[in-house]
């Protein structure tokens, strides 16, 4: 299937089509004129499908959820498959893992931890690895920071389980630091800026801005709403922030993880000292935190790894 451009265009996911032809994992435009509910976008997570009426790529699609709730509808869809591979991760249609790292390094190693970070480049070509970047942290120059994107939980437990530790035992990397925290979080939004993909935004970076951010039980709905109503098209409007991603704790559901690309360290000073407190004022956030800690980094090239699908 080739890629097309109907006219109203709504993107929906798919598991693997029972004994039928495989979609997975593509992603599909649902086509017109079938638009009575062309102003929602529906996730196919628990997807039935019924048959196929051959070459036409239509699908028959029943029982599927919609805003939490059950619906049992029959609706028919034309599929457009979107590069399954190539540009998957196009808009943040598709959640991703982050891991974030942070290794406390000693002072008398930290050349050696940086060239021994470049090891890491050996992942590139793993299924489901989308990316690596990191960098020391400006007000903890001892503090590397680290984040890592993969596709699947799948796709990373396959790394942990069968070469990270090798890559480890063999570089020694663990010597030259006195203590590692290691997280975990699942994508909850895109952040949308100057690029259109993510990969472009590892890629193109040169300063990361994250903050981590515990948040109150009764006010996580708020929270959520404000990065997605304030902070995220906030940003956007200084024309320097390319895009990140907002993603929840693995273990934790009140721990956030909010992490933005920027075109350069300068252009994030200017947002932070002309439009942030604006902002602020604008989320009124401070009923909602617990607690919030930040790290911000210049983006080290040689520590960036891309994977080899991009």
């Given amino acids: 299937m080739g890629i097309r451009s109907p006219v109203h265009s709504r993107i929906i996911r798919a598991r693997k089509l029972q004994n039928h032809r495989n979609l997975h994992p593509c992603q599909y435009q649902r086509r017109p004129p079938y638009t009575e509910s062309a102003g929602s976008i529906i996730e196919l997570n628990n997807l039935v499908i019924s048959h196929t009426m051959g070459d036409t790529n ?25 590069s399954a591979r190539d540009e998957k991760f196009q808009k943040g249609y598709i959640e991703m893992l982050i891991k974030r790292i942070t290794c406390q390094v000693k ?6 931890f940086s060239r021994l970070q470049t090891n890491w480049e050996l992942i590139h070509n793993l299924k489901g690895f989308i990316g690596q970047i990191g960098g020391w942290d400006i007000k903890n120059k001892l503090s590397a920071c680290i984040y890592s994107f993969w596709e699947s939980k799948e796709d990373y437990d396959y790394f942990m389980g069968n070469v990270h530790d090798e890559i480890v035992s063999k570089s020694n990397q663990s010597k030259t630091y006195s203590s590692i925290n290691v997280e975990l979080f699942e994508e909850v939004n895109n952040i949308t800026g100057l690029l259109d993909d993510f990969i472009s935004v590892l890629r193109k970076s040169k300063f990361i801005r994250t903050a981590l951010t515990d948040v109150k039980e009764d006010r996580i709905n708020h929270f959520k709403e404000v990065q997605n109503q304030v902070w995220s098209p906030g ?15 693995s273990k934790d559901n009140h721990r956030y993880l909010t992490l933005t690309g920027w075109v350069s360290q300068e252009a994030h000073e200017n947002y932070t000292n002309h439009l942030f407190t604006n902002l602020k004022l604008r989320a009124n956030t401070e009923l909602d935190i617990i607690r919030i800690s930040s790290q911000h980094f210049v983006s080290e090239d040689s520590w960036k790894v891309l994977g080899d699908h991009l």
């Fill in 235 to 249: 940003m956007k409007t200084t024309n320097a922030m390319l895009g990140g991603k907002f993603a929840c704790s």
């Fill in 58 to 82: 239509v699908i028959r699609v029943s029982h599927t959820r919609r805003e939490r709730k059950e619906y049992a509808i029959v609706v028919e869809w034309e599929l457009y498959e979107i």
């Fill in 107 to 112: 002072s008398n190693d930290v050349e050696t």
